[in-house]
């Protein structure tokens, strides 16, 4: 398997565990008795970890490499989800949540680790690859966790057992990293040395590289505007259609499923004959629409049409985002700049998670949607100006050689 194989795969395995659990966290919670508000706490905890830890742990992938960084955030994955199943404390379960936060840097390193392995014009192939197997991972993991509540065991360790199938999963992840990917960093001192440890100025000179900016304003524009569905759509689903938790589900999980079919499939095809900029345009201008139509959509055939068009839209703008981002940033600045775009992307997505709730509870359930598209219509504006700008000897990145051969993916 190819080095970019090998982490696409280490991605699914790890989405499996996080999207088996993630649902099954309140429940969890509730069944020892934890307020609303220590709830809160055990979901607040791993964002505001992580939007700390991300600017680090990207320039530590840059001056250490990005194998030694994903070995260290896989294991602490794997051993909070290991605490989660095993403990019934809150202050425990509670560091438990802050651990696997401080320590999750896996999405951005592997990123970093995409931009490595394959050529500037097959950046946003294999960011779609890695948006492709986000979707197969949320598709599938709440699925799976389904039926691991239906096992026939002891009620009170029924809630037990997907943790600990999420913290194997995470393992045999790890051991993927240990086993079978191949440092992407060449043994340049200069280079690395030349990546300093995070440090504020660090991360306004980051953020000051030709076009970097806009395009990590406009990524995490693309995620604030998205985090008003992931926050809202199990209870617009209720609202309007009457739909319960199982409903929501499957939801969710066509949502996911049409993502990832354009990033995993569609994005290979269309980014060389059209180029990122004009995707970028055309996803963020679709997905706006697709709000439009979710808040009008009165009937199941029009939801599943406004959903449709969605996850048409986040398909095409977020792997050509991320994709344009690794190109014209240089290879010796890739993880910072991902470290960065993932911790303005977490903050965004914290915000917007209260916002579109307070919209839907004041507002009525289309009122999160009307937002999103008021969002969309910004980055839109934003993309315009990006493709304007935006110039094909930008390209910085080259593939960098990973063992004893060039990365030709």
């Not at 936060?101 to 050529?119: C, E, P, R």
């Not at 000897?393 to 993916?409: C, F, K, S, W, Y």
């Amino acid at each position: 398997m190819s080095p970019l194989g090998v982490v696409v795969t280490i991605v699914l395995i790890d989405l499996l565990g996080f999207s088996i659990v993630m649902p099954l966290l309140a429940p969890f919670a509730k069944q020892y008795g934890f307020s609303g508000g220590q709830i809160g706490l055990l979901f607040a905890a791993y964002p505001m970890c992580q939007l700390v830890a991300g600017p680090i742990l990207g320039r530590l992938s840059d001056r250490y490499g990005r194998r030694p960084v994903l070995i260290v955030s896989q294991a602490g994955t794997a051993l909070s989800f290991l605490i989660l199943g095993l403990s019934s404390n809150f202050t425990v379960m509670l560091l438990a949540r802050m651990l696997d936060g401080a320590s999750g840097g896996n999405i951005l390193v592997a990123q970093a680790y995409v931009a490595d392995v394959t050529k500037p014009e097959n950046r946003a192939r294999g960011m779609g690859l890695i948006g492709m197997a986000f979707g197969l991972g949320f598709v599938l993991g709440p699925l799976m966790g389904g039926l691991l509540l239906e096992l026939p065991v002891d009620p009170a360790l029924r809630l037990r057992i997907p943790f600990l199938v999420a913290a194997a999963f995470s393992t045999l992840a790890w051991v993927l990293v240990f086993t079978r990917l191949p440092e992407s960093l060449p043994q340049d001192t200069q280079a690395r040395q030349a990546a300093r440890v995070v440090s504020w100025r660090g991360i306004v000179d980051t953020m000051t590289l030709p076009g970097v900016g806009r395009l990590v304003v406009l990524g995490s524009l693309v995620v604030l505007a998205f985090a008003a569905l992931e926050g809202t759509f199990s209870l617009f689903l209720r609202e309007r259609f009457h739909w319960e938790a199982r409903g929501a589900a499957f939801g969710f999980s066509f949502l996911g499923l049409v993502s990832a079919l354009v990033q995993g499939g569609f994005i290979r095809r269309l980014v060389p004959k059209y180029g990122e900029p004009r995707l970028i345009v055309v996803g963020v201008a679709t997905v706006g629409l697709g709000f439009v139509a979710l808040a009008l959509a009165e009937s199941v055939p029009a939801l599943l049409g406004a959903t449709l068009i969605v996850g048409v839209g986040q398909g095409l703008a977020s792997p050509t985002v991320t994709g344009l981002l690794s190109r014209i940033t240089p290879n010796r600045e890739q993880g910072a700049v991902f470290g960065v775009l993932s911790s303005a992307q977490t903050l965004a997505r914290m915000a917007n998670y209260v916002v579109a709730n307070l919209l839907l509870a004041r507002s009525g359930p289309a009122s999160p949607f009307w937002e999103a598209a008021a969002i969309s219509a910004v980055a839109l504006l934003l993309a315009l100006t990006a493709a304007r700008s935006h110039r094909p000897n930008q390209e910085l990145g080259e593939p960098l050689a990973v063992g004893n051969e060039q990365a030709n993916a």
